[in-house]
């Protein structure tokens, strides 16, 4: 089954390839005619709605010269257009929202329908038959109506979160973009920590940064365009979005999951366009606030297993929306200006005690806080050569909460019936300073997570005719987020704590205190863009055209704080209160700008070929000026048919080549490694010896070269003497590096089968290739004759030999360190592996290493210096490389079933969606920085993704109750998945030699005995044996990603009850429910599973402490929590 499937994706390739060369010519002659013809009109638009039709007399005969006028109710904008010969209408270029749509003629009396509620991208069908006037007592035959539950002009293929399910579906984040993933198709990003509980006492690792924040229809995570009206909206360093509004201020969320449209660029993934709200005719307003506490939530299992009390919580969310008519005593905005604001502020409280000791006198150079008490004070521990001095515990108490403040403003003006613009206003602050715990760390030097961020954006629509319109988008905006220190970017000082107390002595704080700032991970950066877009959409007969030009510019200016204000290290207080560093190290040249300016161009043309059959098809150019990628052109085509002309079924299909956007911190990782210059008293050699300066020597330079705390400054002769460019890893960027590329396919039906319930069917094909991947590309190169380096340097001796009498030796160089250097396949003492041994031949010491060593540090070391000849650049080490190489294979048949919100007389109404998904998905690398176990060979790598779940389920729903139920609304979120694979590795060791610690231990046992465990079940026995660690030199069996992980199962609740003070004026609280019945769902988050080879010396107390932990998952989802709120509606 693997060989064929596997068959028929090289199959599926090498046509798709093929067949989109053709296909671009093929729409180039199609664009090229179509444009030539005056038979043209509008393509179909993501961000507004169409409504079209056809106007009748009630024996079926065309009414040509119709008038057809939509209005938007909440504004009273209206829109006319006449029916062309055929009687046929269509109005283009409409917000989404609710209208009124009214048919006139002579002789006819109007019709009109009311309540057609419209969402972003949907084409609304809507005919109508008109009656002789003198037929009805009414000249107005007014009609309630929706809007067709099955769309058969769409041709895209995705979802949208409508305005009531944002506001009622349970959100435990309250994030507008954490709805999508109650749509089919949508996966978390891997490594995800996305949805787990906090654990005392831990400190997990996060999601890297590159790896994006969720997965469209097998897309990397990292490939989504994100928008905001339509709007750039990403972080280009990061794969994130830039800014998220409050979910009280977003009217809609949509996702599409393949948009077989031209119109869109930046993505090989999908795009999500979140939609915020607007003004009205009347003056509306809410205020709100969400509250939770720890005491209303269940501990954690991670917790309870140790016995440990519940993290505290306390978190505070309150804000208001308002918005209306713009009136002021000089002009009356009403029906034509309009205004809609939105601000929301969240505060989640938190702690951190500071319990450390500090010297009980002070350095007038740098003054420490005092010590809280002097009981316990004590003379410090020191070694030789290093002065000691009294300290006594610092203990304090800081807050480090996290607070967020959100705000939009929103103003919509019509100038005229046929122009009208909208100015969008956003504001994002955050200062984070959660999980950030204290110890040994001074409050000044705790980090602080920041993220701002404004933009400001104005939309044009200026309708010249009802056959062309034109839309115009200016935005700029800017990002600044940062990890820094909240005592600025004074010197770090770090001073070694030699408590005399023993270890078992609770009051022993032995370690590190930090103080002044703290850099280590610290980095700031900017961003700005301004961006500018123009859509001109014409409308005319049975073909359409849309074309466009989408034009960014994107500065982004990343700042490397790690030790860029001087960090002086002390080897005790002592030495501390002398001014008497024994270490100083500062880096320079921290900060690089990339600059990279974007242009896409479009044209699509939308051909009505039958009444039933609508033809989409379009061509995309784009080019980002940061990569030497001109040729970039992605044709799309696609169909929708109404087999039956009913109006209730259509068959979609659709392909299309799509291209990525280029993540600058790939890119700007090999500019700042390329001049980062490092000033480090511990990498000082000694002119004659060529060895590292001593102790005692370091010491000596430091007292007479450097005055604490003056830090250098970059033109300093000890920079321009000492400074030096990192030699130990460099990354460069391959000749031939292009935009990621994606080759979607998709063939689908939609089928409304009663009343509104609406089933839909959809199979996706996603080819990624271009994946942006790294490789080492200064890795020792095997000679020819050998299988393994294990082979090789088992071969022979290698010389050891001192180059010159004071030189260091260049293999091993110890004061025991013989003249050559061997390697053998076991040890020289057979009850340590990791020992050292050592021959004497022919007068000649020999030093000699075990290849099979457990644990030695040493024997990898002096191994990988042996082949350092083998490098294709001996004078340096580790090059990575980044390179276009990398692949994915998507194939994912999702199901769907839906009704939509209808209220029954009987007071129960309900909506819900359900999707299914059945997928599989191929990768070789987790991000765009990975590397393959041999260098550059990802072909070997392919195995299933880390967002491989095969089943995944989400039911979201919204059941209004009848007033003998107490008219309760309640809603909920049901997310079922099976388990994705994870990783084994054997803790970052380099066995293999290619300088890349991802290596994978040799298995020989049965591959599907790899699944997880939970707490408390017994080893497999057969894996004990199964797993062995890799002889050094030789590259581990064991397939990528083989272990199945836990799946997943989440049951949030949301629950309130509307109270109706007067006609205007409601009351509304709310009770969410999240992980309803406290389940425990266990995960490996972002932690490494780690193989661990245990050698023979290993005590029992070691070999239990793996048994019990290997393939155990470390993390819980998050246990049951409730949010209280409250919404004042006027």
């Known amino acids: ?65 119709a008038t057809v006028t939509a209005v938007l ?21 409409l917000d989404p929202g609710e209208y009124t749509v009214r048919a006139s003629s002579s002789g006819f009396a109007t019709e009109e329908k009311t309540n057609i509620a419209t969402v972003a991208g949907q084409n609304v069908q809507l005919d109508f038959t008109l009656r002789p006037a003198g037929v009805t007592a009414s000249q107005v035959v007014v009609e309630e109506s929706d809007a067709p539950p099955v769309d058969t002009s769409r041709t895209v293929v995705g979802g949208t979160v409508t305005t009531q399910e944002v506001e009622a579906l349970p959100n435990t984040t309250r994030s507008p973009l954490d709805l999508i993933f109650t749509l089919g198709g949508v996966t978390e990003e891997p490594l995800s920590t996305r949805d787990l509980a906090e654990d005392r006492n831990t400190n997990p690792n996060q999601t890297p940064e590159e790896a994006g924040t969720f997965s469209l229809s097998g897309g990397p995570a990292s490939s989504n365009n994100i928008t905001i009206d339509g709007l750039d909206n990403n972080d280009d360093r990061a794969a994130r979005e830039r800014f998220q509004p409050s979910v009280e201020g977003v009217e809609e969320v949509q996702v599409i999951r393949n948009q077989f449209s031209a119109e869109y660029g930046r993505a090989s993934g999908g795009r999500i366009n979140i939609r915020t709200r607007g003004g009205s005719n009347r003056y509306r307003g809410r205020v709100f606030d969400f509250y939770r506490n720890d005491f209303f939530n269940a501990n954690t299992p991670h917790n309870k297993a140790l016995g440990l009390p519940r993290l505290p919580l306390e978190e505070h969310d309150p804000g208001f929306t308002f918005g209306g008519p713009v009136r002021l005593p000089f002009y009356n905005g009403r029906k034509r200006t309009f205004f809609f604001t939105s601000y929301e502020y969240d505060t989640l409280l938190d702690a951190t005690t500071i319990d450390t000791l500090v010297p009980v006198q002070q350095n007038a150079l740098y003054p420490l806080p005092q010590p809280t008490t002097l009981n316990g004070r004590r003379t410090e521990d020191t070694s030789t050569g290093v002065l000691a001095a009294e300290i006594a515990p610092f203990i304090q108490a800081v807050s480090t909460p996290s607070k967020t403040h959100t705000l939009t403003a929103r103003i919509d003006h019509k100038f005229t019936d046929l122009h009208n613009g909208t100015i969008l206003f956003q504001l994002g602050r955050q200062n984070n300073l959660r999980q950030f715990s204290g110890g040994n760390r001074l409050a000044e030097a705790l980090l602080g997570k920041t993220r701002d961020t404004d933009a400001i954006s104005y939309s044009d629509n200026f309708v010249f005719s009802t056959k062309v319109v034109n839309q115009t988008r200016v935005q700029w905006s800017r990002l600044t987020p940062a990890v820094e220190a909240t005592g600025g970017l004074k010197p770090v000082v770090l ?13 022993e704080r032995s370690g590190t205190l930090v103080a002044g700032t703290s850099t280590s991970g610290a980095t700031d950066r900017r961003e700005a863009r301004i961006q500018l877009q123009d859509i001109l959409s014409v409308l005319h007969g049975k073909h359409s055209l849309k074309f466009g030009a989408d034009v960014q510019h994107i500065k982004s200016t990343f700042i490397d704080l790690t030790d860029a204000s001087g960090t002086f290290t002390f080897a005790s207080a002592g030495d501390f209160l002398a001014s008497a560093p024994s270490r100083f190290r500062q880096n320079f040249q921290t900060e690089s700008t990339q600059r990279n300016n974007y242009f896409g161009l479009f044209i699509q043309d939308e051909w009505r070929v039958r009444s039933n059959l609508l033809l989409s098809y379009g061509l995309r150019y784009e080019v980002e000026t940061i990569l030497g990628d001109h040729n970039n052109f992605g044709p799309r085509i696609a169909l929708a048919y109404d087999p039956f002309k009913s109006s209730k079924t259509v068959i979609r299909a659709g392909a299309g080549l799509f291209y ?13 490694g390329q001049q980062q210059l490092l000033f480090d008293t511990n990498a000082l050699t000694d002119p004659v010896t060529h060895q590292v300066l001593t102790t005692t020597q370091r010491r000596a330079f430091i007292a007479a070269n450097l005055h604490f705390p003056e830090a250098l400054t970059a033109d300093s002769p000890l920079i321009k003497q000492f400074g030096s460019l990192n030699t130990n890893f460099s990354r460069r960027l391959d000749p031939t590096l292009r935009i ?33 991947r790294e490789f080492n590309a200064n890795a020792p ?27 260091p030796r260049p293999l091993y160089d110890v004061s025991t360190a013989g003249e050559l250097v061997r390697f053998q396949s076991s040890s020289t003492d057979p009850a340590n592996p990791n020992a050292i041994g050592r021959a004497l031949e022919f007068g000649v010491p020999i030093s000699i290493f075990n290849l099979n060593s457990f644990s030695s540090t040493t024997t990898l070391g002096v191994a990988l210096d042996a082949l350092n000849a083998l490098r294709p650049d001996p004078s340096q080490t580790e090059i990575e490389q980044l390179a276009s190489i990398g692949n994915s294979f ?58 491989d779940r095969r089943h995944r389920f989400v039911f979201s729903g919204t059941f209004d109750t009848p007033a003998y139920l107490g008219k309760l609304q309640i809603s909920s979120v049901l997310r079922l998945a099976s388990g994705s694979p994870f990783n084994i590795s054997i803790g970052g060791v380099d066995r293999n030699l290619d300088d890349i610690g991802n290596d994978r231990p040799i298995f020989t046992g049965d591959l599907s005995l790899l699944h997880f465990r939970h707490p408390g079940d017994a080893l497999d026995p057969q894996l004990l044996t199964a797993f062995t660690l890799p002889t050094i030199g030789q590259t581990g069996n064991l397939p990528r990603n083989a272990g199945i992980g836990p799946g997943v199962f989440l049951f949030d609740l949301n629950i309130t009850r509307e109270f109706r003070l007067t006609e205007r004026l409601r009351l509304r609280p709310v009770v969410e429910i999240d992980n309803v019945l406290n389940k425990t769902v266990l995960s490996f988050g972002s932690e490494f599973i780690n193989f661990t080879g245990l050698s023979p010396t290993a005590t029992a107390a070691q070999r239990q402490a793996f048994i019990d932990s290997f393939l155990i998952p470390t993390r819980t989802l998050r246990p049951r929590q409730i949010r209280i709120g409250v919404r004042f509606d006027f």
């Open 73 to 93: 109710v909440k504004t009273n904008i209206e829109r006319k257009v006449v029916a062309n010969d055929e009687g046929r209408y269509k109005i283009i270029q």
């Open 495 to 507: 001073i070694t704590l030699n408590d005399p107390l023993p270890s078992t002595d609770p009051s």
């Open 1 to 65: 089954m693997l060989k064929f499937a596997r068959t028929m994706n090289r199959l599926a390739s090498r046509l798709f390839l093929k067949g989109t060369r053709l296909l671009i010519s093929l729409l180039i002659v199609f664009s090229i005619s179509a444009a030539l013809s005056s038979r043209v009109a509008h393509a179909q638009d993501l961000d507004v709605v169409t409504i079209q039709g056809r106007v009748t007399d009630q024996n079926g005969a065309i009414i040509p010269g």
């Open 890 to 947: 998507y194939h994912g048949l999702t199901l769907e079933l839906r009704r939509r919100f209808h209220r029954s007389k009987n007071g129960f109404s309900y909506s819900f969606h359900a999707a299914y998904t059945l997928s599989r998905l191929i990768d070789d690398g987790i991000v765009n920085t990975s590397d393959a176990l041999r260098p550059g060979d990802f072909r070997a790598e392919r195995s299933r993704s880390l967002l």
């Open 660 to 672: 990525n956007r280029v993540l600058l911190r790939t890119v700007d990782d090999f500019t700042l």
């Open 740 to 772: 990621p590329e994606s080759y979607q396919a998709n063939i689908g039906v939609e089928r409304q089968i009663s009343g509104q319930y609406v089933l839909e069917a959809n199979y996706t094909y996603n080819r990624g290739i271009h994946l942006w």
């Open 781 to 807: 190169i095997l000679p020819k004759g050998f299988q393994s380096f294990t082979q090789y340097l088992l071969s022979r001796d290698f010389p050891n030999f001192r180059p010159c009498v004071n030189c």
